[in-house]
């Protein structure tokens, strides 16, 4: 696919066109979805423009890519592409535990912040958890791929627990939820 002019005016409507030439108008679950994936893959880019540890940023690099993997599959209606594998899931499965494995367990709930780099995980994290939220929204009105939900929910993990790696790694202090008495 090649892309030599950005505007098209087609759009001027309210809808917009899919990978084969079918039209939704823009506020259809389908294209929400597809807005936010877009929306947690630009996090994404935020927390990479940062000076973020290179373990974390390889992976997140690799999760932008199966990003717009979930978006062509979603851009293309009744169609399984097959671009979102088990092992997408499996490779953030296993970097959650790697990181997992150096932080300290959890106690209480942590609160979003500390250093700046993990604050900007933390606000993909709920980017990502809203993208998960719209997927089961389109989920109730057409047939989904249960790897896209898992993928969705270990990327929401993954950048929970890359927050916290962050914040002891950049110095940047967790801060626990604390009751109030």
């Given amino acids: 696919m090649r892309i030599t002019k950005v505007y098209t005016k087609t759009g001027d409507d309210g809808t917009t066109e899919l990978s084969k030439g079918e039209r939704m108008p823009k506020d259809s679950p389908r294209i929400v979805m597809l807005g936010a994936l877009d929306e947690v893959n630009a ?5 990479l423009a940062e000076n973020l540890n290179k373990i974390i940023a390889k992976v ?49 709930f942590v609160l979003p912040g ?9 606000q993909a994290k709920v980017i990502c958890r809203r993208t998960e939220r719209d997927l089961v929204t389109l989920s109730h ?19 929970f627990v890359a927050a916290r790696y962050e914040n ?3 110095g940047g202090e967790e801060q626990m939820w604390k009751r109030k008495q």
Avoid: C, T, W
């Avoid at 996090?43 to 927390?47: F, K, L, P, T, Y």
């Avoid at 009105?141 to 950048?159: C, G, W």
């Fill in 43 to 47: 996090a994404i880019g935020v927390v």
């Fill in 60 to 108: 997140l690099e690799g999760v932008q890519h199966d990003l717009f993997n979930i978006g062509g599959e979603l851009a293309v209606l009744e169609e399984d592409l097959g671009l979102v594998k088990s092992d997408d899931v499996n490779k953030l499965e296993e970097a959650i535990d790697s990181l997992n494995e150096s932080l300290p367990p959890l106690k209480e």
């Fill in 114 to 122: 500390g250093s700046r780099r993990s604050a900007l995980l933390y």
């Fill in 141 to 159: 009105k057409e047939k989904i791929n249960p790897l896209h939900f898992k993928y969705l929910n270990r990327l929401s993990d993954y950048l």
């Fill in 168 to 170: 002891m790694k950049g």
